[in-house]
């Protein structure tokens, strides 16, 4: 299993951007996905995540300004960003679940990570 990120970037806020995740060694539309995001000095946290199925959950913090999407297609997971604010500024990280639908379960597998700088 393999997850690469990509489209992190330094935006100002109120600005948007969109980060992408390729999976890789496994049948994608068969596992729920995530995105954590992590700052210095703080806790890996849980952003978002999108079931097999199509459901989706979010931190509160993001609710209404971020959304995550999957193309399973092409094997791709998706967040929207919008609205960003410095303290979104974080090393995002895409993760497979375990199983089809969204659990309290860890992630099996990780991507490298992206770079979220949010600063004027």
């Known amino acids: 299993v393999q997850l690469v990120e990509s489209g992190g970037s330094l935006v100002q806020p109120g600005g948007s951007l969109r980060l992408s995740c390729e999976g890789f060694?496994?049948?994608?539309?068969?596992?729920?996905m995530y995105w954590y995001r992590q700052s210095p000095g703080k806790e890996r946290e849980l952003v978002a995540c999108?079931?097999?199925?199509?459901?989706?959950d979010y931190a509160y913090s993001v609710l209404g300004r971020f959304t995550i999407s999957r193309d399973n297609a092409k094997k791709k997971l998706y967040l929207q960003m919008n609205s960003l604010r410095s303290e979104d500024t974080a090393v995002y990280y895409c993760?497979?679940?375990?199983?089809?639908?969204?659990?309290?379960?860890?992630?099996?597998?990780w991507g490298q990570g992206t770079q979220v700088t949010v600063s004027s």
């Open positions: 993760a497979k679940g375990v199983r089809s639908l969204i659990t309290p379960q860890q992630p099996s597998d």
């Open positions: 060694g496994f049948t994608f539309s068969n596992y729920a």
């Open positions: 999108l079931s097999a199925f199509g459901h989706t």
